[in-house]
T-cell receptor
């Protein structure tokens, strides 16, 4: 079954630590995205990548970093520079050629303790 | 500056009645609009979409209407069912200018009462 997988589902981090969230897709999609959702708020774009080895900052990229070494994978690192990292993180992918809707993973809830 | 707005954070509807969720946008470059449904602690799932060349798209109980001149779209769910209770996000993209990058509204929480 094709889909997009995020891991882990829950993640706890101590203040000052970097942590990496995994996102893998087997849909053969070119484009991948990271969004953040805070309670009662919409989805805000952190980073996106339209093609391997290329990525662009979204609206709230500060304190985050990404890499796109493989088409299937788009990991997000939440660095210690992110002032308020506790949130629900969502990864998505789209097929740029077919212009289909975005498919989302199940999300990772990150809590700073 | 929010390019996509959902001005009603919540909506309560009786089972069997119509639910109408609204969305406004400001960017005239948007040419594709989508609605997503989201349950707590899960990723959004795609519900229905509409291209800017249309003004209506229907899929079963769900219909999306687009008014380009008003930069407004709405999602109608009829009849509403308790299982429809979720947060609904409106999203827009400028497909031929910025790929499929989606800009989301803030969401509307729909509660369908039995």
């Amino acid at each position: 079954d094709g889909g997009i997988t995020q891991s882990p589902k829950y993640l706890f981090r101590k203040e000052g630590q970097n942590v990496t969230l995994s996102c893998e897709q087997n849909l053969n999609h070119d484009a991948m995205y990271w969004y953040r959702q805070d309670p009662g708020q919409g989805l805000r774009l952190i980073y996106y990548s339209q093609i391997v080895n290329d990525f662009q900052k979204g609206d709230i990229a500060e304190g985050y970093s990404v890499s796109r070494e493989k088409k299937e994978s788009f990991p997000l690192t939440v660095t210690s520079a992110q002032k308020n990292p506790t949130a629900f993180y969502l990864c998505a992918s789209t097929d740029r050629v077919l212009n289909t809707e975005a498919f989302f993973g199940q999300g990772t809830r990150l809590t700073v303790v | 500056d929010q390019q996509v707005k959902q001005n009603s954070p919540s909506l309560s509807v009786q089972e069997g009645r119509i639910s109408i969720l609204n969305c406004d946008y400001t960017n005239s470059m948007f040419d594709y609009f989508l609605w997503y449904k989201k349950y707590p602690a899960e990723g959004p799932t795609f519900l229905i979409s509409i291209s800017s060349i249309k003004d209506k798209n229907e899929d079963g109980r769900f219909t999306v209407f687009l008014n380009k001149s008003a930069k407004h779209l709405s999602l109608h769910i009829v009849p509403s069912q308790p299982g429809d209770s979720a947060v609904y996000f409106c999203a827009a993209s400028a497909r031929y200018n910025a790929g499929n990058m989606l800009t989301f509204g803030g969401g509307t929480r729909l509660m369908v009462k039995p």
